[in-house]
């Protein structure tokens, strides 16, 4: 098997037919099995997609592998990502994979692991996956791999009495063929997720609103979440790409450059606020009502604005290069932030650790663990309609009264660099800052800029982000560190 690349924290993710293939799929799938047997003689494994259009193939490819493994599997079909969490939680499953490629291009697919806490898999058990993979790896060159596999049809293009059948044949234990006089049902698991939401934010006051929202579903899987959510909350809804058939929209990553046709409905409905969802719908991006894209850092710190109001002195949790505006905000309220390394889990992890009310990361991430212990831009929308109807106010309002920074990133290649190296010398002339070198190395000055400069996850690359009060101060930042970076 000449393909190296392996799992990490934020899972793995590839272009499917390439990079990503059926043999990498059924390998994962068997070491996943084998790490979850270490917690259970008999695991539950719930599967679900963020709505690619190579989702359905991966689903049936896991399916398969796990019935002629003899594992229970629960098929969610298209799921948002937090629901999958959601949802492990709720019914006690042992596991789950979650097969998505987050934002990355519509070409793309992968698979992301899920522990028995209900939580993504961390450093050291993706380092155990890891493990199990290496010897499958090892027993598909000896045994030989059957790369000739077709998939058979999908469950959404079966008739349902053979679309029953299967979901029985794949729930049970026993895989009998003898009738089952009381089939197990699959628990509606998007309308348990919401109902966890609405019972935990003000509907009255967002219902009393009548609030005319924008919202850009990207063809994907929070498709299958929102029509609920919104109908039970009393707004009016202006859906754009909302078949979740993955035929994405535009390009997946939420950034504005790639969301003009949200900005055009705000504007041409007079809509009070736009959201938008990535592909598996944990991230979040608000539109204000003049149809203008804000940073997605907004989303969070809007989000603890909301909470720490009515929890004042509670910690929050955030991650490294997350804005510093949820950080002020916290300490308007008299509350502690503790940062993190870059990753849900990190974030999760230390949540947890702190007995934090609420964290989350820049990229839109909103984490609000009364509800759900993952990022879900479903709780973060609610939290942001909640604030809007209790404080009778505009997003524009509610924004402009935020700490105000100036956020920059930038991003170069890391072949060639030696980052220890460059981390010495950024020390040298940054001997001014509180330093953090708990995941790359951040610099945090007395006027409350700072620079974080840290290799990613995801790809062969080194980004540096930061933020400043004024646009002068984040350009002398980051002209300085990028001198040293260049040279």
Same mark, same amino acid.
Request: net charge negative; aromatic share 8%; glycine share 6%.
């Given at each position: &098997? ?34 979850? =047997?270490?917690? !259970?003689?008999?695991p539950?494994?719930?599967? %679900?997609?963020?709505g690619?259009? !190579? ?10 592998? $796990? ?7 629960i ?26 490629? !987050? ?5 793309? +697919? /992968?698979?992301?692991?899920? *522990?028995?806490?209900? $939580? ?22 000896? +045994?030989?791999?059957?790369r000739?596999?077709?998939a ?17 044949? *794949? ?6 063929? #003898? ?17 966890? @939401?609405?019972?935990?934010? *003000? ?7 009548k ?11 929070a ?38 046709d949200? #900005? ?25 009502e ?15 604005e ?7 002195g509670?910690? @929050? ?27 849900e /889990?990190?974030?999760?992890?230390? &949540? ?5 009310? &609420?964290?989350?990361? %820049? ?16 709780? /973060?929308? !609610?939290?942001? $309609?909640? $604030?809007m ?9 509610? &924004?402009?009264?935020?700490p ?13 660099? +030696?980052l220890? #190296?460059i981390?010495?010398?950024? =020390?040298?002339?940054f ?16 006027? +409350? ?16 982000? /930061?933020?400043a ?19």
């Amino acid at each position: &098997m000449e393909n190296k690349q392996r799992i990490n924290v934020s899972g793995y993710r590839g272009i499917w037919g390439e990079t990503l293939t059926k043999e990498v799929v059924t390998l994962y799938t068997r070491a996943f099995v084998s790490f979850l =047997k270490n917690k !259970s003689e008999d695991p539950i494994i719930l599967i %679900g997609r963020d709505g690619r259009e !190579s989702g359905p193939e991966i689903r049936e490819i896991i399916l398969e592998e $796990l019935k002629s493994l003899g594992i229970k599997s629960i098929d969610g079909d298209i799921m948002p990502t937090p629901t999958v969490l959601f949802s492990v939680h709720k019914h006690g499953y042992t596991g789950a994979i979650i097969i998505t490629a !987050s934002h990355n291009p519509i070409e793309y +697919n /992968g698979l992301k692991f899920v *522990n028995d806490k209900a $939580l993504f898999t961390i450093k050291e058990e993706v380092d155990e996956i890891n493990k199990y993979y290496e010897e499958e790896i090892k027993k598909s060159e000896q +045994n030989g791999f059957d790369r000739e596999f077709v998939a058979p049809g999908t469950l959404s293009q079966a008739d349902e009495p053979r679309r029953e059948i299967f979901q029985q044949e *794949n729930i049970r234990g026993d895989r009998s063929n #003898e009738p089952i006089e009381n089939p197990f049902q699959i628990p509606n698991f998007t309308k348990e997720h919401a109902d966890k @939401i609405l019972e935990n934010i *003000n509907v009255e006051a967002i219902r009393a609103k009548k609030f005319k929202i924008a919202v850009d579903m990207i063809n994907a899987s929070a498709c299958v979440m929102d029509p609920y959510l919104f109908e039970k909350l009393g707004v009016e809804v202006y859906p754009l790409n909302n078949i979740p058939n993955g035929k994405f929209g535009h390009r997946p990553e939420p950034l504005r450059e790639n969301l003009t046709d949200i #900005e055009n409905l705000v504007k041409e409905k007079n809509a009070d606020i736009g959201f938008v969802h990535d592909p598996d719908a944990d991230r979040l991006v608000v539109v204000n009502e003049k149809g203008v894209v804000v940073s997605e850092e907004n989303s969070i710190a809007l989000a603890i604005e909301n909470i720490l109001s009515k929890n004042p002195g509670k910690p @929050i949790v955030l991650n490294l290069s997350t804005s510093q505006r949820g950080a002020d905000v916290a300490e308007k309220y008299g509350s502690k932030t503790f940062r993190t390394k870059i990753g849900e /889990g990190f974030v999760v992890e230390g &949540m947890l650790t702190h007995n934090a009310i &609420m964290s989350g990361e %820049g990229n839109g991430g909103v984490i609000y663990p009364l509800i759900n212990t993952a990022r879900d831009s479903f709780v /973060g929308l !609610s939290l942001i $309609l909640e $604030l809007m109807a209790e404080r009778n106010k505009k997003i524009s309002e509610l &924004m402009d009264e935020l700490p105000q920074y100036i956020i920059k990133k930038d991003k170069w290649s890391v072949v060639g660099v +030696n980052l220890s #190296e460059i981390y010495i010398k950024l =020390k040298s002339i940054f001997s001014d800052a509180k330093i953090d070198e708990q995941d790359g190395i951040r610099f945090d000055f007395p006027d +409350n800029s700072w620079i974080h400069l840290r290799p990613s996850n995801t790809e062969p690359i080194i980004r540096l982000f /930061g933020e400043a009060k004024t646009q002068e101060r984040i350009d002398f930042l980051f002209e300085e560190a990028k001198n040293i970076i260049k040279n």
